[in-house]
């Protein structure tokens, strides 16, 4: 007997999809909760679908609406429905694909690919031959209900259907969808290239295997009436150029020729995905090849596609001026991460580099997530890595072009100008040198134009130049657009006053202590802002307040800057809950404060060093809740710990010694036990880099705990993650100096590991050169537990730290080399020619330094005698050669 509803359950339902479209808040409630309980009936699934599939004197959005609650059912809980139930919803969703409604066909195709990925495809093996079969159905509807099933399919389970798993029907469906590709319907069309989309990044064996077919038919597509198959086709393409480019080489030529008339095509979706080939072609090693014929006709179309389309400027208020009173609202706001403290090393030429690589975040121009990615963005990301391929060779294409856009009287034009001068910056620095005199001050006289886009863009522009601004005498340049940011940052649009203060910060960093002259100018602005601006962009400001900490250091440290600048950090400070996300950025703000005025941090850093401490208890106590009763608890945001920790670390480097009373009040070294014993990673990364940093500021606090903390230290020298691994062997290094001789009874623990580490391929540079500074010191304390091991480590040891400049950490680590050469010259022997190249690095090492390497190569020249020591130094490079003779006489 075939199911049937019962008349008065059937009205209970019809009711209950009424209201569920009513807007009021309490009908929504009273509905939820009747959901709830018609769940509690086997068969309240077997009415949905009826009213889906059969009751057709209904609504369309009521039947849709039934199917959309089953959808969510099927989801929640489709392993507990009666099998009874389940296969009268298959029979019915196969039975209803041709619906004559477009809206119900695609309702049905979501209900079977939400049925389909619940593990279905198994157990359901006649759904893909049915919808196959049904392809073929003179009815359209039937058609195109079953491809548009498909599509999700595909979209949904791409990996299974290439799998031993299901047999691998993609053998039968993508010959299939081919077929489709001539279909008379746009729609049936474009549902076939969608299908096979799905599976070029995959490399499907069954597409590897028609993929001359799959390209023959795509170009046959190529002009195509309808805009979703050109989108379709374009798409096709840009994967197919990062899979299969040894197919399309041979006609790419006109590829080139049909993208760029594609990226002008008047369908923005099908101009945006024909866009995003020239960024995939610029990361393929042929780019250069390939396209230095067409840049005649590519550059003027990415530039005209980089101007703000009428519905941009709609969507950004373009027309809104001013709107600084306006408070923001609170999706607007983006979360932020914090990055945890990583300690590193100067270098030769250059500060401390961030070894893993993180990306910039440079190429965000200045329309933010409302629009999100679009043609302007997309054409400016195109332009800016085609300006990395090909350098200068881009500017003859663009410079004629340039003019004309950046003196323009129409407001929209004039700001793709500056925009393109923008994305150009990066790869084009060196040719577009001689035209920044003139460029630069009509891009600071843009700064003040009338309209908000213009003054926001050119704010990122000038950024992106900061650094040929700073090189060049601080009058002509530096001093005006510093002027002008400084005005901006005090605009009436938001807008302006976050590119200002990005843009600022940005200049900060490349203008470091040229500054200085303008400190008291430069705060003055920053202060004004704290009482202006709203919630967002008072989260970019600590930013750049931070930033210039950064870049002045000690010269902020004055009674009259200090007087300016923190009152209103610290009542902000006050202002704040201990669960209020703002303190992140707020803390870092004052941790880069902090460290910058060292000792005129002293007034303020009771309360702060008590806040952070309280945060990090109360952050320690969630957890231990949550992790004994998670049913009643939340879990804690550990960020507020992290962040809470590097303040910790900022005050403790900041404030030296004077920190120290500070932690005798304080339980911190036990809750630093804990933290250093945490399941996240950068919770235990920020615990080593304080630990560290309590070492060189206080150890006598730190003393007592050292026999319960090394072994931690020990289990965290775990290469896997980088961060923790780096900060913990810096904080051994830093615990050997204080120790001496005391620290024999733990080198065991930690010296195998170090030893791997830096023999390891492929470990990042700064963990390199901390691993090396660390095995040097523990050698200073300890040479005759160390020295022994000299021969496994002293070439990696020698080539990783010859290119660090030389201060503290480098000294003490080249003591503890010459103490174990002493205890164990033959363990150099080997390896001599590199100890020679380490030595030759110092610039100026301390005269008993320079003694103790005087020593040693004498003591080595004499031991193997004249005639092997000319042989032996023939092998030195001309350079090496020279710096030898010359300081040491060797």
């Known amino acids: 007997m075939e199911w049937q509803p019962d008349e008065q359950g059937l009205q209970q339902v019809l009711q209950l999809l009424k209201d569920s479209q009513s807007p009021n808040t309490v009908t929504q409630r009273a509905v939820q909760q009747k959901l709830e309980q018609l769940n509690q009936f ?22 849709s609406l039934s199917g959309l609650i089953l959808k969510n059912n099927v989801k929640a809980h489709y392993q507990n429905f009666p099998s009874g139930v389940s296969d009268f919803i298959k029979r019915e969703c196969l039975n209803s694909i041709g619906d004559q409604s477009p809206l119900i066909r695609a309702t049905i195709g979501i209900l079977i690919t939400t049925i389909a990925s619940k593990g279905e495809l198994q157990s359901w093996p006649e759904l893909l031959p049915q919808l196959c079969n049904l392809l073929d159905s003179e009815d359209y509807n039937t058609c195109e209900g079953s491809f548009g099933a498909l599509q999700k399919i595909c979209e949904d389970s791409s990996e299974l259907l290439d799998s031993d798993a299901l047999n691998r029907p993609l053998n039968v469906m993508i010959p299939k969808f081919l077929q489709f590709f001539k279909h008379c319907s746009p729609k049936i069309r474009s549902h076939a290239i969608a299908c096979v989309n799905q599976f070029i990044i995959g490399r499907a064996q069954a597409l590897m295997d028609n993929i001359d077919t799959f390209i023959e038919s795509l170009f046959v597509l190529a002009a195509d009436e309808d805009s979703e198959v050109r989108k379709n086709v374009c798409r096709a393409l840009v994967m197919l150029l990062e899979v299969r480019i040894d197919r399309l080489i041979p006609h790419m030529h006109s590829i080139i020729q049909y993208m760029l008339q594609r990226t002008q095509d008047p369908d923005e979706n099908v101009a945006l995905e ?16 390939a396209l230095s014929g067409h840049l005649v006709q590519l550059i003027p179309v990415l530039v005209n596609g980089m101007k703000y389309s009428e519905i941009d400027i709609i969507l950004l208020k373009g027309d809104v001026e001013e709107d600084e009173a306006v408070p923001d609202s609170e999706q607007d706001i983006k979360p932020r991460f914090h990055k945890s403290r990583t300690v590193t090393l100067q270098h030769e030429g250059g500060e401390g580099e961030e070894d893993e690589d993180i990306e910039d975040e440079d190429d965000d121009d200045d329309d933010d997530a409302l ?27 663009l410079l004629p072009l340039l003019k004309g856009l950046l003196f323009h009287p129409d407001w929209v034009i004039k700001e793709s100008g500056i925009l393109v001068l923008g994305a150009i910056a990066e790869g084009c620095m060196q040719g577009m040198v001689p035209y920044l005199p003139e460029l630069i001050p009509h891009l600071i006289q843009s700064l003040s134009d009338k309209k908000a886009l213009v003054r926001s863009i050119a704010c990122w522009t000038l950024s992106r130049y900061a650094h040929w601004v700073v090189s060049q005498p601080p009058d002509s340049y530096l001093k005006p657009l510093m002027t002008e940011l400084l005005k901006r940052i005090l605009d009436s649009n938001k807008r302006v006053q976050e590119a200002a203060c990005s843009s600022f910060a940005t200049l900060e960093e490349e203008a470091c202590t040229e500054l200085v002259p303008y400190l008291s100018f430069i705060l003055d602005t920053l202060v004004f802002a704290f009482g202006k601006y709203q919630h967002k962009n ?3 400001l600590y930013d750049a307040i931070g930033t210039l900490a950064d870049s002045v250091g000690h010269h902020l440290n004055q009674p009259e800057y200090i007087q300016k600048l923190m009152p209103p950090l610290i009542a902000k400070w006050n202002q704040l809950k201990d669960e209020d996300k703002d303190l992140f950025p707020l803390l870092e703000c004052l941790s880069s404060v902090a460290t910058a005025l060292q000792s005129g941090f002293l007034p303020y850093c009771e309360p702060v060093y008590q806040r952070c401490v309280t945060l990090v208890q109360k952050t320690l106590a969630q957890a231990m809740m949550y992790n004994q009763h998670p049913d009643q608890y939340e879990a804690p945001d550990k960020d507020f710990m992290i962040v809470a920790l590097d303040l910790l670390s900022g005050l403790a480097e900041g404030l030296g010694g004077h920190v120290e009373q ?37 150890f006598l606090h730190v003393k007592p705990c050292i026999a319960e903390f090394m072994p931690i230290l020990g289990l965290n020298l775990n290469p896997e993650f980088i961060s923790v691994c780096n900060n913990a062997t810096w904080a051994i290094g830093e615990i050997s100096m204080q120790m001496g001789a005391e620290m024999q009874p733990y080198v065991g623990m930690v010296l195998p590991h170090l030893v791997e580490i830096i023999n390891r391929p492929n470990t990042p540079k700064t963990l390199l050169e901390n691993t090396a500074i660390t095995i040097g010191r523990l ?35 080249f003591r503890g080399i010459c103490v174990m050469i002493g205890v164990n010259p033959a363990g150099v022997v080997q390896d001599f020619i590199f100890f020679c190249d380490a030595v030759a690095s110092w610039v100026n090492p301390k005269d008993d330094l320079r003694d103790m390497f005087y020593k040693i190569l004498h003591g080595f020249k004499d031991q193997v005698g004249e005639e092997n020591w000319q042989q032996f130094s023939e092998q030195f490079p001309p350079l090496l050669k020279e710096r030898l003779s010359a300081c040491y006489g060797v």
């Open 42 to 63: 086997p068969d309240f699934n077997n009415y949905l679908i009826f009213v889906l599939t059969r009751l057709k004197t209904e609504d369309e959005p009521t039947r």
């Open 274 to 289: 024909a866009c995003e080939f020239w960024l995939t072609l610029a990361e393929q090693p042929i780019c250069k090849e």
């Open 779 to 813: 050698g200073f304390v300890c040479p005759q537990e160390v020295a022994p091991q000299l021969q496994h480590f002293i070439r990696p040891w020698c080539t990783s730290l010859r290119n660090i400049r030389d201060n503290e950490e480098k000294d003490s680590a």
């Open 538 to 540: 008072l989260l970019i």
């Open 371 to 397: 629009t999100d990615w679009n043609l302007r963005k997309c054409s400016a990301a195109a332009l800016d890595v085609l300006a990395n391929v090909f350098r200068d060779e881009l500017l003859p294409h």
């Open 662 to 698: 500070l932690v005798a009040r304080s339980n911190i070294m036990t809750l630093l036990f804990q933290c250093m014993q945490d399941t996240m990673p950068e919770v235990r990364q920020s615990s080593f880099a304080l630990l560290g940093d309590l070492t060189k500021a206080c």
